[in-house]
């Protein structure tokens, strides 16, 4: 049905994509699997009309087609739905459904229809958790992503582009996008699908293309090759082992931070204690409360009621003060200033509690491993996992004692995840206390030396390290039988 | 690319000495100094509110009120010159802390909140005059806006203060807010306390733009009219992004004495006091699109290496 | 009515029922204080009359500045319509002198939309860029006013039909027509759109630059329309007619104390309309009262400052 034939794209005389094809028959889940920078959106971009390629051809049902607009791509029948969503939350559903090609009548919106169709839409897709008219900012990223596939149906779209579907749904969601996927499948659809995370490749793509440094590398069907082949093909090299060996028992040591019986709003009765030395795991469904206990510790949303020895902070400030510190989830709204420097970044936190000092930055660049640890660059030009590293270094010349990770390989590629993993495992060794919070489970498996597992904002368990997947969603759950 | 503003600055300069060769003279060119001395220190204050993603209409009627209130007090006698000096400074002050705090704590957009401030200024001290000045400046208070040395010199302390605090740990952590303010207060940065001195910063720069434009231009209810859109412009001359989070105090100086060069050149080349306003206009808009084209808005493309620098 | 109760009140309103109500409290409060005489009809034709050309203007505004931009040169282009329409009425041609008032409107809105869009430059520089640009025309070729606007339309500034000034009819028909295209039609949808988020419109499909640039003659041909009241009103042009009345920043003030998001894509006509009404009753009010001017603009300022303060902390819940 789609075919991109030799594909050359370049940003300012520096080649991105060169000599790609890729092609995409009806019914067809293809995955598109790369690190990041491999020129996967950029390629997603072309065929969505946002760029313009310097060479090659894509034609649709053997049509050759040309983009100049994403209005071009979209009246072509293809629909891309995007990472960060793209719906305007002051609007309903049915306005953003239909936003661009509103329908009218006699040179009026015809809401009216606008709205049936949205209605009817939603009831295809099994969704009746919300209507048309609600607006889209009271709605869950999950239902979020329901109108985007709604407005990808609305265009007799034939051709839909995930762009990193699953990055911001919680495990029960996935499910149903999956559900979802194969509905689309079923109607004849080509479906190309970008992703980072094995599991979703094997369960759902029929063939699999993998792009590295903007060049095609293979394209396979999904049956005939191996998650580790898969692996190797992406990174050009075999991974012996994804995660540092965990910590001896003599390597941990004292309780830094204990807390008992505090809460909040949305946390109960937590208990917890962080020991030095120690990477702590934290489990659970999204919505069970993992990043607000992360930001109660932090300070950024406290405990109301409880103690937290040596200090229960009221407010960040206080709890960098007392040695914590959070890598955050979302690194692009909260954790970096990306149009300043690395070396300006690096300092933030320093500067901020007024010990600044300029003298280790480069030294600590280098440490957490960035390449090249130019501090003058700005962050915004780095890739996902340079990012990172560079929010680490930013907690780093604090030193504080504690530090809370949440998702922190999230959007990063698969070489640059591994670096992180061995200076997360660095900083422990240190006598670093850690808490890792991680919707990965092999990831948390594998970093972890305990486990916790949070359900609707309590700690329903501890684990010991090693323990399965399936340990843990029983845990995290609300299920009868695992309790 | 940073300082392209100082390129132009040397153009329209040389041109000027084309037909004014006076300006290449110490004399000359300190008189253009002083000249521009106003507006530099406005436009250095501005900065400040601007980098943190803010704006400051106020400062133009806030000069209007120093110089108004100046005279009414003063009225001529010399020995009330230093006291009124150190109120008008607290009134820059005051007026900043109370913009940045009905912004930052109220969270009024700062536009509504600058806004409603020159409305609320200008009506204030000509209700309390009965609508027209009154009084007279002392010849003390005169000579800081009058006197090319001591003018030069206010304002060069003012433009050095000015680019060592961009460079302390207070300015890092202001553009930081700019840029990303949520990151910035998950990183410990007092982004309420950082904001709200921005704007007395942009405040206190008033004052003393102000007391020099007193002794400078004179009395009026005029005097300043309309300089919190010159103060903005030169500061966006610079290359100053609004919005926040990027640009340098230094570029934003130097847009002030670009737009003040581009005032003499206009004159001196005797384009008609009216037509001036039309040529201004239309250079503004030349010279930030130019910016615009000049630094294309990119997706970032990650460099090669980037991806496996692990 | 207390602030407090305003305030609870607020909670569970639209900033637009949150004006209205405000200026229903004033109403009463000018019944109360100022009698028969603040009812009487000359002060409701005051009112009416007093607010029709900043309301036309604001309307306009409003259109900007729901798109996500704004505009500074709408003082300046009132002053320079009001002359092309007077001077070209000279000789008795009302309907060319309209046109012509109306075709400066398109040509400086149609540039205003370009620079911001085609090169990239920020409303706020290029719509003040355009001031200096008009002013400078403006000083160059007038002292003070000229032109003629013949009786006939000079009825458009004074005449009314019962308690209603045909301004008032006119502000009202503006408003209804910008309130049809924002709720109606496609262009209103996609105002809203690129002033919510401009780059989800554009991945949707929207032509955003399209919809500045029509936004920006609209909000210019708002302007005209002003600059051909106060036409009527002066019987002639005047150079200084709009910066006088300050309608750039007074039209803005009148659509954020409206409820529209200064930042663009929520709001709409009708907040608009009773954010314009509500400083012209206060102002009515004032005169009654015989207020010193200055005091005016400092409860003015108060006012304007206090409503967005409601209005955020009424999202903020």
Redesign the interface.
């Given at each position: 049905m789609l075919s991109m034939r030799e594909i050359d794209k370049s940003f300012l005389g520096v080649r991105v994509l060169s000599d790609i094809s890729l092609d995409a028959e009806a019914g067809e889940v293809h995955a598109l699997v790369g690190e990041n920078g491999a020129g996967k959106s950029t390629l997603m971009k072309i065929l969505a009309g946002v760029h313009t390629p310097e060479a090659g051809t894509i034609s649709i049902d053997g049509v050759p087609v040309t983009f100049g607009h994403p209005l071009d791509a979209q009246r072509a029948g293809v629909a891309i739905i995007y990472q960060e969503l793209t719906l305007l939350p002051e609007r309903s559903v049915a306005e953003n459904v239909f936003l661009g090609r509103e329908p009218t009548r006699r040179g009026m919106v015809d809401r009216s229809a606008m709205e049936r169709q949205t209605s009817k839409l939603l009831l295809e897709l099994g969704e009746s958790t919300f209507g048309p008219r609600d607006a889209v900012g009271r709605l869950s990223v999950a239902q979020q992503q329901v109108v985007e596939i709604c407005k990808a149906l609305s265009v007799d779209a034939r051709i839909i582009v995930m762009d990193e579907p699953t990055a911001s749904l919680a495990e029960h969601e996935v499910e149903l996008l999956y559900d979802l996927v194969r509905r689309l499948r079923e109607r004849g659809m080509a479906i190309l699908y970008i992703s980072h995370r094995m599991r979703e490749i094997f369960d759902l793509s029929q063939r699999v293309t993998v792009l590295k440094d903007g060049a095609l590398v293979a394209t396979r069907n999904t049956a005939d090759v191996t998650q580790s082949e898969l692996v190797s093909l992406m990174v050009g090299r075999e991974l012996s082992h994804y995660y540092p060996p965990r910590a001896a028992p003599e390597e941990k040591g004292e309780v830094v931070i204990s807390i008992r019986g505090a809460g909040n709003a949305t946390l109960h009765d937590i208990d917890l204690d962080l020991r030095a030395g120690e990477i702590t795991g934290l489990a659970g469904l999204q919505g069970s409360g993992r990043t607000e206990l992360a930001k109660a510790v932090f300070g950024a949303e406290p405990f109301t009621h409880g103690t937290m020895t040596p200090l229960r902070p009221r407010s960040v400030r206080q709890a960098i003060a007392a040695g914590i510190g959070l890598v955050t989830e979302d690194r692009k709204a909260e954790g970096l200033a990306l149009r300043q420097s690395v070396g300006d970044n690096a300092l933030l936190v320093s500067r901020a509690m007024g010990r600044g000092t300029a003298a280790r930055v480069r030294e600590l660049l280098s440490r957490v491993r960035l390449a090249p640890p130019d501090p003058e660059r700005e962050v915004r030009y780095l890739s996902g996992g340079n990012q990172q590293k560079v929010v680490l270094a930013k907690w780093m010349t604090v030193a504080p004692r504690v530090l809370v990770f949440d998702e922190p390989t999230r959007g990063v590629d698969v070489g640059a995840k591994a670096a992180i993993h061995e200076l997360i495992r660095e900083l422990a060794r240190e006598g670093m206390a850690v808490l890792m919070i991680s919707s990965e489970l092999p990831e948390l498996i594998g970093m972890s030396d305990r486990i916790l597992v949070l359900r609707e904002g309590r700690l329903a368990g501890e684990l010991p390290p090693g323990s399965s997947e399936e340990t843990i969603m029983h845990l995290a759950a609300a299920d009868e039988a695992a309790a | 690319m940073k300082y392209a503003i100082f390129v132009v600055l040397v153009l329209l300069l040389a041109a000027i000495a084309l037909a004014n060769p006076f300006i290449l003279e110490p004399a000359g060119f300190l008189a253009f100094v002083k000249r521009a001395a106003p507006l530099v220190i406005l436009a250095a204050g501005q900065y400040f509110v601007i980098v943190s993603g803010e704006f400051d209409?106020s400062v133009g009627s806030l000069v209007t009120v120093e110089v108004v209130v100046a005279a009414r007090l003063i009225d001529g006698n010399e020995a009330a010159t230093w006291p009124v000096l150190a109120l008008l400074l607290a009134l820059g002050l005051l007026v900043g802390l109370v913009n940045g705090v009905?912004t930052t704590l109220?969270?009024?957009?700062s536009?509504?909140?600058t806004?409603?401030?020159?409305?609320?200024l200008?009506?204030?001290v000509?209700?309390w005059t009965g609508?027209a000045p009154r009084g007279a400046l002392s010849q003390t208070f005169r000579i800081f806006g009058r006197d090319t040395l001591y003018a030069v010199a206010i304002m060069v302390v003012v433009g050095v203060a000015a680019v060592l605090l961009t460079r302390a740990?207070y300015g890092?952590?202001l553009?930081?807010t700019g840029?990303?303010e949520?990151?910035?207060?998950?990183?410990?940065?007092?982004v309420t306390r950082t904001r709200i001195l921005a704007f007395v910063i942009s405040g206190l720069a008033a004052a003393v733009a102000g007391i020099m434009l007193g002794g400078f231009a004179g009395v009026s209810a005029q005097v300043g009219q309309g300089l919190e859109?010159s103060a903005?412009?030169a500061v966006?001359l610079g290359g100053v992004a609004?919005?926040g989070?990027?640009g340098s105090v230094v570029a934003a100086m130097g847009g002030a004495f670009t737009l003040e060069a581009m005032f003499t050149l206009l004159n001196l080349y005797g384009i008609?006091?009216?037509?001036?306003?039309?040529?201004?206009?239309?250079i503004?808009?030349a010279a930030?699109?130019a910016g615009?084209?000049q630094l294309p808005?990119?997706?970032?493309?990650?460099?090669?290496?980037?991806?496996?620098?692990? | 009515m207390s602030e407090r109760v305003l305030g609870s009140l607020s909670l569970r309103m639209g900033p637009a029922q949150v004006v209205f109500l405000a200026l229903l409290a004033v109403l009463v409060l000018g019944a109360i204080v100022g009698g028969a005489e603040f009812m009487s009809m000359e002060t409701v034709v005051g009112i009416q009359q007093r607010s029709a050309a900043l309301g036309i203007v604001a309307i306009g505004q409003t259109l900007a500045i729901l798109a996500g931009s704004l505009d500074l040169s709408v003082a300046v282009l009132i002053s320079l319509t009001s002359l092309v329409a007077a001077e070209m009425m000279e000789s008795g041609n009302v309907a060319g002198g309209v046109a012509g008032a109306l075709a400066v409107s398109v040509l400086v809105g149609l540039v205003n939309g370009a620079v911001i869009t085609k090169f990239k430059v920020h409303a706020f520089i290029a719509t003040l860029g355009m001031t200096l640009v008009i002013k400078g025309v403006l000083d160059h070729l007038y002292d003070g006013p000229a032109g003629r606007v013949p009786d006939s339309f000079q009825r458009l500034g004074y005449d009314r039909i019962g308690p209603i000034p045909v301004s008032a009819l006119l502000w009202a028909g503006v408003a209804l027509a910008v309130w049809f295209i924002l709720t109606r039609t496609r262009t209103g949808y996609r105002i809203y759109a690129v002033g919510g988020d401009v780059e989800v419109a554009r991945l949707s499909g929207v032509r955003t630059d399209r919809v500045v640039i029509i936004t920006h003659v609209l909000c210019s041909l708002c302007a005209g329309i002003a600059g051909l009241l106060l036409a009527s009103r002066l019987g002639a042009g005047a150079p200084t007619v709009g910066t006088d009345g300050g309608y750039d920043l007074e039209s803005i003030a009148a659509v954020v104390l409206g409820g529209t998001a200064l930042a663009g894509g929520r709001g709409g006509v009708a907040g608009t309309v009773g954010g314009v009404l509500l400083l012209a009753v206060l102002d009515s009010l004032f005169n009654l009262l015989e207020v010193n001017s200055f005091f005016k603009d400092v409860v003015r300022g108060v006012v304007i400052v206090a409503a967005v303060a409601v209005y955020v902390r009424r999202r903020k819940s």
């Open positions: - | 209409l009905v109220l969270r009024v957009p536009f509504i909140t806004l409603g401030m020159m409305l609320i200008s009506g204030a000509f209700l609508g740990t890092r952590t553009i930081a840029d990303n949520r990151a910035a207060a998950l990183s410990g940065v007092r859109f903005i412009t966006v609004l919005g989070g990027r008609s006091g009216a037509l001036e306003y039309t040529l201004q206009g239309v503004i808009i930030v699109a615009a084209v808005r990119l997706t970032p493309t990650p460099r090669k290496g980037d991806a496996h620098a692990s | -």
